[in-house]
């Protein structure tokens, strides 16, 4: 993960991940940010930094991952050909699966 701090770039491992990092997403509106990888977990970052939620489902590894342009949802794609779905806890407690 990269970020501009004045004229600097800082780079930034998303250190939860044991595999390689597919794709990763702002969630719109928001700093939440997800990755998704071949280790199998969605993670969830607050501002791309906190670890706020780790999210599971594809034996395969996920390929690929987007946010619902309301916030309420994020689909990741499986290697194996999965489609998974998680919604937005009512009762703040992070992401469930739909």
Do not use: E, Y
């Given at each position: 993960m990269w970020s501009k701090e004045d004229l600097e770039w800082d780079a930034r491992v998303l250190a939860r991940h044991e595999d390689i990092v597919e794709?990763?997403?702002?969630?719109?509106?928001?700093?939440?940010?997800?990755?998704?990888?071949?280790?199998g977990w969605v993670c969830?970052?607050?501002q791309g930094k906190r670890l706020t939620q780790m999210l599971d489902g594809a034996n395969g590894g996920f390929s690929c991952l987007s946010w619902h342009p309301q916030e309420l949802q994020?689909?990741?794609?499986?290697?194996?050909g999965e489609l998974i779905i998680w919604s937005k806890g009512?009762?703040?407690q992070g992401f469930g699966r739909r």
């Open positions: 794709s990763i997403q702002f969630q719109p509106n928001t700093h939440l940010l997800a990755s998704a990888g071949v280790d969830l970052w607050h994020l689909a990741a794609g499986g290697k194996n009512t009762r703040g």
